[in-house]
Each structure stands twice: as structure tokens, then as C-alpha cells.
């Protein structure tokens, strides 16, 4: 049967992959293999593939089904996320479009439409990650709220409680007006923005004189409680002990004083609003003042705020900043940039709010977290996010995990009429709890909010192997700890980190071994890729135009561990380039003809690359080790290119419509087959495909590419290697005489060597020939005059020209080829004469110094006898 003239991703992607469904390679069950384990970083139920799912996954894949292929258990679990405040936000927003309201709708039916939205819109990105290739465990797909998982939530919510670690209390929150909800420090985005800075006059209570106060929020003045002044500026000395009145409202507030106030900021003054800052609210408590909070939850002012009740906030600071000028309260606005808090779900401006929620105690548990980091049992690549790391768990905060939202797991809080509250899993064993403490039960109803979703993502890798649900169960026993985690920085610390925690707290052990840590996807001029730029291109429409396997050559080419990749279509152009130079390839060797009369003249090339396979698998090898996935990639990418395709193929392919002999056939056909294993976790599709093709001994139902197995680097002949690297070059620097001579490759051309070396030249006449045309080859113990002449090594080489050497253009070649070389030799001798740097370098490096020097030396020797030559 012959092959396709072309490569056609689409029509054999969707044929593998269903067939490895169909058998089930993907799957996963406890044996007694070593198992290697990978857990999905669960995207977001609400979520669609965007390029860094691309770039995440892409990596996952490669790491398992190499895994695969070394004989391990290979098990990739995959699943998604609840992400409530994300879906909820979806499902109020589906609502609105049928004319419905969260708010005329009880707990229960709202929760049913978000199941509905769910199953119908939640699968998404799951089944577009198959058209990836990924080779998950579909069998053993998770979601975070299913039943199981929520049941686990919930007992880790009492455990904690239980040991002291949850706790329950009014504290400055971020506040994500538009989902009104609370969010953690991690999940709000810091941004530089463009501002107005306020100058506004305070009345000196009693006198004709203001207090002149900057500030970037005019709207909170109404919740201000104080004016603050730095005790040691002397320019606000006779304010001490005075009190101001508020614009506009006239309510009075006293001055105190702090050394907290920066006075070269602004004027030195600081309108202290504890309701609606942090420090402000610090400073509050430290003062005992009254803490007014003059917004609702949706970021609209309120009964407290006396004046613009009901207008959004923003809106509110441009109606007050009129009203102050006005009123002539208005001393001057400056323009000002400064940092500003966005939620990350909503994008949002966070607003400071003092709320009553639930908290998780986090110092305990960060202090073995870090401990597992620090001693190397999880290995951070690259390890310079370490410090980071550390800097983080050394100064961890409690953790805010409650939320005010409905889809999620809902608190195990119960409260009675009258206020009091126990933590219980269930309504009876509340009931229970409030008669053990003389309390009345009745009418008992639960807490309102839900937790937040990182405090269910954190127990991902136990909870998908039922590890709460049944601890001493098979597969939490061989599955965990799971071998690697491939996420991005940006959660290292309210994802990674956490892991870690919740692993040492439920199972003694971390999570993980290795957490490989992504760099962010750019554009080619460095931004990030966003909808809102409109620089990120589908990946669905990127797998439809260059195959699954170019994109995902393309993604790994430019992405080192933990560097960001600035990625441009033409890497996928060049990753499907790849694919079609290897299916071009394979057509070529499948249509040779075989003559098993001829013996094989093409030993020398057949030892070569085995043994350049060897040296390049040592090298794939090493890079997987370190995580340097986008190496083991290119140094593929070169053996396929560079040394199979454009060399070995060249040796040993046979002459137009005539036969190879049947050793070469068959070692090249060997040398495919290991190639096909070797890309086979960059490229699963194309490998699989050729794997399959009739040129190999017919395969049996399951012996597939995807299960083959992985090759091992055999013993090196380093000779071998060295002696190819220069007839390479021999022959790379005759096909530059032609071009320069403009000779054509069809004209052939006579050679002489004069041999300085121990190279065994006569064994490579057939390459030389073959490959650089050459008629016939001569050796030789003096210079030859009338030749164009080169060097490779210490040997000499000489191409007979007849007529085309051009006397006095070669003269200045070999001139600035010595040129060249002495002032080389000059620097080396410089080095070497620096007696710091050999007695500080290490032997190795100084002997492979004092051998340029010695090849330099040889050179010039040479060059300045073939230029006495042509004089």
C-alpha cells in the first residue's frame, strides 16, 4: 500500500485517538509496576482552552506518555473546577438574559440552574483538550463539587475547626463588589492606573483656618473619623488637639497623631476612613475610633454616607469632587499613578471592607510546607522560585474562606434563633451539639456562604483517589504521592503551596515530587496574550491549520521552565514543517527498492548514526532530568533534521530507479522505527501513524507506538562520531568551493588529502564522493600548487580545479584565515599566561586551552606553507 504524497493531521488524529480510547491505553488501575502519577491542574468548569492550557497540558502529555513507554504505570487525572465565583457570575448572567434574578430565587433553585449550565457548557474544555492529544484518564475524571469531593471539603472545614486552625471573625476583607463576595490577597490582580489626587479643605473647628488633605478618594469622606498628622512635623504643631469638620456633611472628627503619616506624601496629612482602608483601620484600632462604613455590598453608598445614597461609588467621587468646588472646598486635583487592586474573577476594583467571615489559621501549616521545599523532597524548576516560595511561607497570612456566593460547598456552620452557632456536618448532629451546650435547637439554619474554591482545589491530588473518603484505599496508596506537577507561578503560593499543606496535614507526605513551573505565554512583542488585546489566537483554529502535533512542536520549541514564551504562529508553522519533513522522509525510504544480491556499501554511515543516536539520546535523556523539556525537543529535532534527514538519508539512499541493498534497508528502517518512538511524546500522531505502516512486520491489536518501548542510548564509539563530524565538514567545505567558484554540483571534481592525522579517510570515499561529487580521491605527502585548498583539523585538503582556481583570490583567503587564527592564538596565549586562571580553573579547562593552542600552532603551520605554495 503506498502513503499519502501529504501528511493529513486531521484525518489521522481522529483516528488514533479514538483507537486508543477504544483499547483503553490511556487507563490507569494499581499493579505492580512503578507507577507514575500527574494530576490535571483543574481549569475552570466555565473555562474555554486558551494558549496556556496549551502550553500546561502540552507539557503533561509528553511527560506521561514517555512515562508510558518507559513501562511505568503512566496515570494523568483530569478533571475541572467548580470555580464558584466564575460560574456563578455565568449562571446569574444566564439568568438575566431569561429575565430572572438571583435574588427572587431560593438556594435551591438557583443551584439547579447552575447544575444545568454545568452539564450543559462544563465539559468544554475537556473534550477540546482530546483534540490536543491529551492522554488523560478519562475514566477517572473529577470535578470538584461532585459528591465525594464536596463530602471531603466539608470534613477537612470540621478537622480544622476542630484542631483550632478555622476560626470565625470581623476583619478587613477584599471585596469584590460585582460578585459580592469576599476574595484572598492571591486572587486580587495589582495594577498601576491613572488617578486624580484630591486637595480638600478640612475646617479648623473654631477658627477661620483649613486643614488642606490629598487623597484619591473624595467618595469616603463621609466615613472618615479622623485627621491624622505626623507628631514631628513641625508645619501642623498648632493643629495638636484640634478638631475639623467634614466637607459637605459638617459632621466633627478629632486630629490625632502618628508617626504612621509619611509627611512628604501629599500635604502630610492623612483623612483616616477605617471602614474603607487597611492601614486606616490599623490605625483605628490603635486610636479607638468609630469605624463608619458608608457602602453596600454591590459598591453603592448608603444611609451612613448622608449624601448620594445609592449612587456606585465611582460615579459618587465625580458628583462629590463638583460638589467640593462648589462649595469651595476644593483646593486644587493633580494627576497620580498608583496601584490598585482588581478582583482577578471579575475584574472588579477591589473594595477594603470590614466583614464578618471565616478564617483559616495559616502559620502552622506553612512551617513543614516550607520545610519540604527547603530540605529538596519537592523541587521547585526552576529553583529560583524558591525564595520567592520561602519569602511567602515565612510571611503567610490567615487565609479568608468563606465566600458569598451559592455554588460551592457550603459551610458546616448551624446557627440558632438567637445567634449562637456550632460547626457540624449535618443539621442533627448540630441539633445534638446545641443540647450538649443547654442551647436552644430549634429552627436552626445553616451558614450562608460557601468556601472558596482553593479550599477544595488544595486537596485535589488526595481527593481524586478517594483518598478521605477511603484513606487506606488502593489507589491513594499507589497513586499518591504523585510524581510531578506542571502548573503556572502565579499560583505557586495559593495552589502549590497548599497542596503541600493539606498533603503533610492528611497524609504526612507532600503531594508531589517535582512541580514544574510554566512561563506565561506572549505575543512576539512581549505582552500578554488576552481577549482584550485580541493577541491570542484559538487554539482549536491553530490544531485545524497545523495539525496537533505542529502546534504542539511549535508551543515546546520556545518554552524554557519557568521563562515566560513569546510565541508567534510561524513556531507552529515550523512544528508542522517537522511533521512534514518526517512523513517526506518515510516516503522515501518505503519507496526503495530492495536487491538482496548487493552487499552493503554503507557500513561506515549505519555505524555513524547508531551511534549518533546513542549520543543524542544521552543527551534527551539528561534534559528530561533537569526539566528542560524545550531541549529534549530540539535536540530531536536536530538527530531528525539535521543528522537523519539531511545526512544519513544522503549517504546511504540509492542512486535514481536503482536498488539498496538489504542491510541498509533494514538498518534504516530499524533507525525509523526508534525515531518514531522518540517523537512520540512531542508527536503523538504522526509516530502513531507511520508506527502502523506496512513497511514494518504487521502489528497486533495493542502494539501501538503509544505503549512501545522508549529507546535506551547504547555504548558509544566516540571515534565514529568524531571521524562523520569531519567528513561532514570535508564535505560541507567542498560544496562552499563550488559555490564560491559557482561550480555545479553535477560537475565532478577530483580530491587529495595530505593525512596529519590518525583519521582513517580511505573508509569514507564513498561518502565524500557521494556526497560532494567528487571523482576520484588522492593521497598525498606534499602541497599540490594550482588547488583551492582547506583544512579540517591538521589535514589538508585539496580540490582540483583546473582552470577555475583563481590564484591571487585564494592568496587572501589563506590570509585571512591566518589573520584569524594568530589573533586567536593570541588570546589563547593571554589566558594560558595568566597564572590566576590556571591555577584557579579546573585541569579539564586548561588542557582544552593549551590544545587550542597546540591545533592554532598546527594551523598556521600549514596555511603559511600552502601560501609559500602560491607565491
Same mark, same amino acid.
Given at each position: 500500500m503506498s502513503i499519502s504524497k501529504t501528511y493529513n493531521p486531521q484525518e489521522t488524529e481522529n483516528k488514533w485517538y479514538q483507537y486508543w480510547l477504544d483499547k483503553k491505553f490511556f487507563h490507569s488501575v494499581p499493579d505492580d509496576r512503578e507507577p507514575y502519577t500527574i494530576v490535571i491542574p483543574p481549569p475552570n468548569v466555565t473555562g474555554v482552552l486558551h494558549m496556556g492550557h496549551m502550553l500546561n497540558n502540552t507539557i503533561q502529555d509528553v511527560l506521561i506518555r514517555r512515562a508510558r513507554m518507559q513501562g511505568k504505570n503512566a496515570c494523568w487525572v483530569p478533571g475541572t473546577d467548580h470555580a464558584s465565583i466564575a460560574t456563578e457570575a455565568k449562571v446569574v448572567a444566564m439568568l438575566k438574559e431569561r429575565g430572572i434574578e438571583k435574588k427572587d430565587l431560593s438556594r435551591e433553585e438557583f443551584l439547579k440552574y447552575a447544575w444545568d449550565w454545568k452539564e450543559k457548557y462544563g465539559g468544554i474544555i475537556l473534550e477540546q483538550l482530546k483534540k490536543l492529544g491529551a492522554s488523560c484518564d478519562w475514566d477517572r475524571t473529577r470535578f470538584t463539587m461532585e459528591e465525594n469531593l464536596s463530602e471531603a471539603v466539608i470534613d477537612t472545614f470540621i478537622h480544622l475547626y476542630k484542631k483550632g486552625w478555622i476560626y470565625r471573625g470581623v476583619r478587613m476583607v477584599n471585596w469584590d463588589p460585582k460578585g459580592k463576595t469576599a476574595v484572598s490577597d492571591e486572587e486580587v490582580i495589582r495594577k498601576e492606573v491613572n488617578q486624580k489626587l484630591y486637595y480638600i479643605k478640612y475646617k479648623v473647628s473654631g477658627e477661620n483656618n483649613d486643614v488642606i488633605i490629598a487623597t484619591t478618594r473624595p467618595e469616603t469622606i463621609m466615613a472618615d473619623t479622623a485627621v491624622c498628622i505626623n507628631p514631628n512635623d513641625e508645619r501642623y504643631s498648632h493643629l495638636k488637639g484640634k478638631k475639623v469638620r467634614i466637607p459637605l456633611i459638617n459632621r466633627e472628627i478629632r486630629i490625632i497623631e502618628d508617626e504612621y503619616v509619611t509627611m512628604e506624601f501629599g500635604?502630610?496629612?492623612?483623612?483616616?476612613?477605617?471602614?474603607?482602608?487597611?492601614?486606616d483601620y490599623e490605625l483605628g484600632l490603635k486610636h479607638h475610633l468609630p469605624v463608619i462604613d458608608i457602602l453596600n455590598d454591590d459598591g453603592t453608598l448608603n444611609e451612613k454616607a448622608e449624601i448620594l445614597m445609592g449612587e456606585d461609588r465611582f460615579v459618587a467621587r465625580k458628583k462629590i469632587a463638583i460638589m467640593l468646588e462648589e462649595a469651595g472646598h476644593l483646593e486644587k486635583v493633580e494627576d497620580y499613578k498608583s496601584q490598585i487592586g482588581f478582583s482577578e474573577r471579575t475584574d472588579a476594583v477591589i473594595e477594603p471592607k470590614l466583614s464578618m467571615q471565616w478564617f483559616c489559621k495559616m502559620d502552622e501549616m506553612a512551617k513543614?510546607?516550607?520545610?519540604?521545599?527547603?530540605?529538596?523532597?519537592?523541587n521547585l524548576i526552576p529553583d529560583k522560585f524558591i525564595n520567592t516560595y520561602r519569602h511567602w511561607m515565612e510571611n503567610v497570612k490567615d487565609w479568608c474562606i468563606s465566600r458569598q456566593l451559592w455554588w460551592g460547598q457550603q459551610i458546616p456552620a448551624w446557627y440558632n434563633e438567637k445567634g449562637d452557632w456550632v460547626v457540624a456536618k449535618t443539621k442533627w448532629e448540630a441539633e445534638e451539639q446545641f443540647k450538649k451546650l443547654n442551647l436552644a435547637s430549634q429552627n436552626l439554619r445553616q451558614d450562608e456562604d460557601v468556601v472558596d474554591?482553593?479550599?477544595?482545589?488544595?486537596?485535589?491530588?488526595?481527593?481524586?483517589?478517594d483518598g478521605f473518603k477511603d484513606p487506606a484505599s488502593p489507589d491513594i496508596n499507589y497513586y499518591y504521592p504523585t510524581n510531578d506537577l506542571v502548573t503556572a507561578p502565579e499560583i505557586l503560593f495559593f495552589w502549590v503551596a497548599r497542596m503541600i499543606m493539606a498533603g503533610h496535614e492528611f497524609r504526612g507526605k507532600?503531594?508531589?515530587?517535582?512541580?514544574?513551573?510554566?512561563?506565561?505565554?506572549r505575543d512576539k512583542i512581549g505582552r500578554k496574550m488576552s481577549k482584550s488585546l485580541g493577541n491570542s489566537p484559538d487554539p482549536i483554529d491553530l490544531i485545524e491549520k497545523y495539525g496537533a502535533d505542529g502546534v504542539r512542536v511549535g508551543m515546546l520549541l520556545c518554552s524554557p521552565a519557568g521563562n515566560d514564551l513569546m510565541f508567534d504562529e510561524s513556531y507552529c508553522e515550523q512544528?508542522?514543517?517537522?511533521?512534514?519533513?518526517?512523513?517526506?522522509?518515510?516516503r522515501l525510504v518505503k519507496g526503495w527498492q530492495v536487491d538482496n544480491h548487493l552487499s552493503t556499501a554503507n557500513t561506515q554511515a549505519i555505524t555513524w548514526f547508531e551511534n549518533r543516536f546513542s549520543e543524542a539520546l544521552f543527551e534527551i535523556e539528561e534534559n528530561f532530568i533537569q526539566y528542560r523539556i524545550s531541549d529534549a525537543l530540539m535536540a530531536i529535532y536536530k538527530l531528525v533534521w539535521d543528522?537523519?534527514?539531511?545526512?544519513y538519508l544522503e549517504m546511504v539512499k540509492p542512486a535514481y530507479q536503482q536498488p539498496v541493498d538489504q542491510h541498509t534497508f533494514e538498518s534504516t528502517k530499524g533507525f525509523f522505527e526508534k525515531i518514531l518512538k522518540l517523537i512520540h511524546p512531542f508527536m503523538p500522531f504522526l509516530s502513531e501513524e507511520l508506527f502502523h505502516d506496512e513497511i514494518f512486520d504487521e502489528r497486533q491489536e495493542k502494539d501501538c507506538c503509544i505503549v512501545a518501548k522508549y529507546p535506551k542510548p547504547g555504548a558509544i564509539n566516540v571515534d565514529s562520531i568524531q571521524q562523520m563530524e569531519v567528513i561532514k565538514q570535508v564535505v560541507s567545505e567542498i560544496r562552499n568551493i563550488r559555490n564560491s567558484k559557482q561550480i555545479s554540483l553535477k560537475e565532478p571534481l577530483p580530491l587529495a588529502i595530505k593525512v596529519n592525522s590518525n583519521i582513517p579517510y580511505s573508509e569514507y570515499e564513498r561518502v565524500i564522493c557521494k556526497l560532494a561529487n567528487i571523482s576520484e580521491i588522492s593521497f598525498v605527502k606534499d602541497k599540490l600548487s594550482g588547488a583551492s585548498t582547506f583544512l579540517s583539523g591538521r589535514d589538508e585538503f585539496f580540490v582540483i580545479l583546473e582552470g577555475n582556481m583563481d590564484a591571487d583570490a585564494e592568496r587572501d583567503r589563506i590570509a585571512k584565515e591566518l589573520e584569524y587564527l594568530r589573533g586567536f592564538l593570541k588570546s589563547?596565549? $593571554? *589566558?594560558?599566561?595568566?597564572?590566576?586562571?590556571?591555577?584557579? $580553573? *579546573?585541569?579539564?579547562?586548561?588542557?582544552?586551552e593549551q590544545k587550542k593552542k597546540a591545533d592554532a600552532e598546527a594551523k598556521i603551520i600549514i596555511l603559511e606553507e600552502s601560501l609559500q605554495v602560491l607565491k
Open positions: 500635604t502630610g496629612c492623612l483623612k483616616v476612613t477605617p471602614a474603607h482602608d487597611l492601614n513543614p510546607a516550607l520545610d519540604y521545599v527547603l530540605k529538596g523532597e519537592v474554591t482553593w479550599f477544595s482545589s488544595w486537596l485535589w491530588p488526595i481527593s481524586v483517589f507532600a503531594p508531589f515530587k517535582n512541580v514544574y513551573l510554566t512561563g506565561i505565554v512544528g508542522r514543517n517537522f511533521a512534514n519533513k518526517i512523513w517526506n522522509a518515510f543528522d537523519f534527514c539531511s545526512w589563547v596565549d $593571554a *589566558k594560558l599566561s595568566n597564572q590566576r586562571f590556571v591555577q584557579n $580553573a *579546573k585541569p579539564e579547562i586548561v588542557a582544552t
